[in-house]
């Protein structure tokens, strides 16, 4: 690793990244390490992250408060695009990695550090996602990353931080591996990764348990415009107050909760458990409602979209060219899906039983079969003719 004299370090207030600070100076020669903690609406006490970094050595501790971008410039993407990973996990986690990286730059340049840090281990996606998407920013910054390669246990690693006044997490350390944001939750790790294990209910922190919901369903109903969500209940609310509502009222009803054996992006798999209660009902939401807004062969096309969009996000490509170029596809898209959604949450289930649209493409007299049926059912003859022409001369050159 080349001699950095200023280094800008992704902070969570963790033990890695505390530790990360004193190793930057102490054993790669790091004059100046500069922390930043964005605020993802994760619910920490800010300040208190702010005070650790600084006795842990940081020169300077900054805080971004970045919900409102959070949401409005990437979860509302991911929601326009369906955006779910191998067709569940609605990436809340995967989402604050651009972002992060994104400030960071920022802040780097801001400050004029040759590089930037994180607390990643070699083991997940999250050090991709921040190598690669530091790269596509300012492909000029060195990135380090010291967990990566100081080889330490964390009992170790937590010797290490004591030897710099860094405190050894008073309580007993827990076994999972937890990440919070405004749009989730993700937990890993101890009993959890054996995947024939059910997890326990201490984990949750967003959702109730179904025993626990309510035993009446709520209807609520959402509005979109342009394929992002403006309203509940008909008031239009802000992206951040919309997002926590809609935690507040699904997680209530235990909805959001997935469990899945995930196939990561350096290759192996990995069992996950995810609170995510918004999400999960805005995803599904939106597309309902571009089922009645888009036409037949634009709702099929952009299915196949949507599943590579998802894998762009997970896999750390948010600031790749064929990202920028699905975006445009996906926009276009939008412009007609507007209107109403309305969705029964119930014992961690969120039905979707009503959508309205002015941009509609439904025609109540095309569909009944009452008496005020328009359809011209005596086109339908010429029409199967032609179309089942190609496999009935097929049928007849076989056989022949």
Not at 224 to 251: C, D, Y
Not at 342 to 368: D, M, Q
Request: some cysteine.
């Amino acid at each position: 690793m080349g001699r950095a004299k200023r280094v800008v370090l992704a902070y969570s207030g963790g033990v890695d990244t505390s530790v990360c600070i004193p190793y930057l100076k102490n054993e790669w020669g790091v004059e100046e390490v500069i922390t930043l903690a964005a605020d993802l609406g994760q619910g920490e006490d800010i300040e208190a992250i702010k005070q650790k970094a600084l006795k842990s050595g940081a020169v300077e501790s900054l805080i971004a408060d970045v919900k409102e971008s959070f949401v409005r410039d990437y979860a509302f993407p991911a929601i326009k695009a369906n955006a779910l990973y191998e067709n569940r996990y609605p990436l809340a986690t995967a989402l604050a990695r651009p972002l992060i990286a994104k400030v960071l730059v920022e802040v780097a340049e801001k400050y004029g550090a040759d590089a930037v840090a994180h607390g990643c281990t070699g083991k997940g996606n999250d050090q991709v996602r921040f190598d690669v998407a530091i790269a596509a920013l300012n492909p000029n910054l060195k990135v380090l990353a010291p967990a990566r390669e100081w080889g330490m246990s964390r009992e170790e690693t937590i010797a290490y931080g004591e030897r710099f006044g860094i405190p050894s997490p008073v309580k007993k350390s827990s076994p999972y591996s937890i990440d919070r944001n405004l749009l989730g939750r993700s937990i890993e790790a101890g009993p959890l990764e054996d995947p024939w294990t059910e997890p326990p209910e201490e984990i949750y922190a967003m959702t109730k348990a179904i025993a626990d919901t309510p035993n009446q369903p709520e209807y609520i109903e959402i509005g979109f415009e342009s394929g992002i969500p403006v309203s509940l209940n008909g008031q239009n609310l802000p992206p951040v107050e919309l997002i926590q509502q809609l935690n507040e009222k699904a997680g209530n009803h235990g909805i959001g909760r997935i469990d899945m054996i995930e196939n990561r992006l350096v290759g192996i798999k990995s069992r996950e458990i995810y609170e995510s209660p918004a999400m999960s009902v805005l995803i599904p939401a939106h597309r309902d409602l571009e089922s009645l807004c888009l036409t037949a062969d634009v709702t099929h096309y952009k299915r196949g979209i949507e599943e590579t969009y998802s894998q762009i996000i997970y896999n750390g490509l948010w600031y790749s060219p064929l990202k920028q170029a699905l975006d445009a596809f996906i926009e276009k898209t939008q412009e007609r899906v507007a209107g109403t959604v309305r969705v029964k949450l119930f014992k961690g289930n969120a039905t979707i039983v009503g959508r309205k649209s002015e941009n509609s493409l439904y025609s109540p007299t095309l569909a009944t079969y009452g008496a005020e049926d328009a359809f011209d059912h005596k086109a339908a003859e010429g029409f199967i003719y032609i179309w089942g022409l190609p496999t009935r001369i097929w049928s007849q050159k076989t056989r022949a």
